[in-house]
T-cell receptor, first 112, second 111 residues
Framework: GAGVSQTPSNKVTEKGKYVELRCDPISGHTALYWYRQSLGQGPEFLIYFQGTGAADDSGLPNDRFFAVRPEGSVSTLKIQRTERGDSAVYLC??????????FGEGSRLTVL | GEDVEQSLFLSVREGDSSVINCTYTDSSSTYLYWYKQEPGAGLQLLTYIFSNMDMKQDQRLTVLLNKKDKHLSLRIADTQTGDSAIYFCAETRTGGFKTIFGAGTRLFVKA
């Protein structure tokens, strides 16, 4: 596609529910990143994929967070048993392994 | 972004120069970036500098890097109201893939 696409753009859920956020990177980009941006903060690194494998998941806050990229293109960030503190904008970015990150517009998650 | 620090706000008059400052902690950083985020939009790369450079100029933008002090600055000449946005300083650590962001500097341009 022309740019990084993220869906949904907005998600409101209740505490304890399960949420999936989807990212479709730029075609041909082998690397895909998930970041989380809380209000008034910069993007916080969550996880990085090179191809299908998670090369670095050190930023995932706990085991309620999981991400997959089964075919090396689209990625899904999965959050189990959501908590109010999970409310943030979840950003996806891609690139050709290094250098400039190309960001999507983000998925705004609100946990009530 | 606790390893990359920026001042939170900057207000300038239209036509003046803006200087946004950043300090980082990892001396092994290879790339240093400035990203811009406009309201309701994703982050976009504004400019970048390699760690072996001292300065980079691109039209109205000048990036200065003081590697000894781990200090990066972005100067915007002839600032316009369209430059109002949040500017994020970022560094890519050794290994080349993990980019760490500061909290962002909110630039307000008064007409």
């Amino acid at each position: 596609g022309a740019g990084v696409s993220q869906t949904p753009s907005n998600k409101v859920t209740e505490k304890g529910k399960y949420v999936e956020l989807r990212c479709d990177p730029i075609s041909g980009h082998t690397a895909l990143y998930w970041y989380r941006q809380s209000l008034g903060q910069g993007p916080e690194f969550l996880i990085y994929f090179q191809g299908t494998g998670a090369a670095d998941d050190s930023g995932l806050p706990n085991d309620r967070f999981f991400a997959v990229r089964p075919e090396g293109s689209v990625s899904t960030l999965k959050i189990q048993r959501t908590e109010r503190g999970d409310s943030a904008v979840y950003l996806c970015a891609s690139n050709e392994a290094t250098g400039e990150l190309f960001f999507g517009e983000g998925s705004r998650l609100t946990v009530l | 972004g606790e390893d990359v620090e920026q001042s939170l706000f900057l207000s300038v008059r239209e036509g003046d120069s803006s200087v946004i400052n950043c300090t980082y902690t990892d001396s092994s950083s290879t790339y240093l970036y400035w990203y811009k985020q406009e309201p309701g939009a994703g982050l976009q790369l504004l400019t970048y500098i390699f760690s072996n450079m001292d300065m980079k100029q691109d039209q109205r933008l000048t990036v200065l890097l003081n590697k000894k002090d781990k200090h990066l600055s972005l100067r915007i000449a002839d600032t316009q109201t369209g430059d109002s946005a949040i500017y994020f300083c970022a560094e890519t650590r050794t290994g080349g893939f993990k980019t760490i962001f500061g909290a962002g500097t909110r630039l307000f341009v008064k007409a």
